[in-house]
């Protein structure tokens, strides 16, 4: 019994047709069905039977289900992790970024990893940030850089560094000569953030919900540029970290610490269950020392 009979069984099951599961395996029926015989044939009991609805497990065949889909499962991760470790340690690393965060270490953090490690290349494409944990999960990119609200049980983190999330204010507004804010009262003003796809949302919600407060967001946007487009124009108020406020901000703008300083952490995440190679190990290495630098 081969990794391939099983997963031809577990597709014959899941689609109740030895037909569809052949097609998914890309067998022929003859070839599906003589590996389902195989498989009885080993076990001494038969594992499948027909009805009216197609295709169903025995007795027998629930027990073999359970088992297969483990099997399967914990093969095609191995199989996985061992395609990736082969990349990799040919010098290919995936890299995934959420917006904002190349923004603070710069460009030049990428280059001087490939200039320290000329046999290394980086494949780098940004995202918005609720991607990054799910793409990395999947093993779509090796190593992600990402802030962090709820951790995922499926995901290694080593933190990278911290930034205070702030009040951004415009001189038309009540605020704008206070030297903090509570998460309490700035509803009391309109109030423009980064959806639901950018951790920046999860923390202030968060925020709300240990302070009891009900969230009333004038507006969601999918990027801080419209943000700050509108906190100019004196329409609304919005959030950021510093390092943003400076390269998006103007001298008639004021950024206010909250009462709560609430905090945008980012980490480095790659797959719990993944190897830490010679070419991951040097790239955390180095973005560890890149942030000391920053610090």
């Known amino acids: 019994m081969t990794i391939r009979d099983l997963q031809c069984f577990l597709l014959a099951c899941e689609k109740r047709s030895i037909s569809a599961a052949a097609e998914a395996s890309f067998l022929t029926h003859q070839g599906a069905s003589k590996a389902l015989r195989k498989m009885e044939e080993e076990i001494g009991a038969p594992l499948m039977t027909r009805t009216k609805q197609g295709i169903v497990p025995t007795e027998y065949g629930e027990r073999l289900l359970a088992a297969a889909r483990d099997i399967v499962v914990s093969y095609e991760r191995a199989a996985s992790d061992i395609h990736d470790m082969v990349q990799q340690n040919a010098g290919f690393l995936r890299l995934a970024s959420a917006f904002g965060v190349l923004r603070f270490l710069s460009p030049e953090f990428i280059r001087t990893f490939e200039a320290r490690h000329p046999d290394f290349h980086i494949d780098y494409m940004e995202y918005p940030d609720i991607y990054i944990g799910k ?5 779509k990119y090796d190593v992600g850089m ?29 605020f704008y000569e206070r030297e903090t804010v509570s998460i309490h009262e700035v509803f009391a003003e309109p109030l423009i953030i980064e959806n639901q796809n950018f951790v920046i949302h999860c923390i202030l919600t968060q925020l709300c919900q240990q302070e009891g407060v009900a969230p009333d967001f004038y507006f969601k946007t ?3 540029s ?10 609304v ?23 709560e300083h609430p905090m945008w952490d980012v980490a480095l995440i790659r797959r719990a269950a993944g190897t830490m190679t010679k070419p991951l190990r040097a790239f955390y290495d180095d973005a560890a020392t890149w942030c000391q630098m920053l610090a």
């Open 237 to 259: 108020n919005t959030v950021s970290m510093d390092f943003i406020f400076h390269d998006m901000g103007d001298e008639t703008l004021r950024r206010i610490p909250f009462d």
């Open 135 to 139: 793409d990395v999960k999947e093993g």
């Open 222 to 224: 999918s990027g801080f």
């Open 146 to 174: 990402v802030p962090v609200c709820q951790p995922d049980s499926a995901l290694d983190y080593t933190p990278l560094f911290s930034k205070e999330i702030f009040f951004i204010t415009h001189p038309g507004s009540r």
């Open 226 to 235: 419209l943000c700050y487009k509108f906190c100019k124009e004196r329409t």
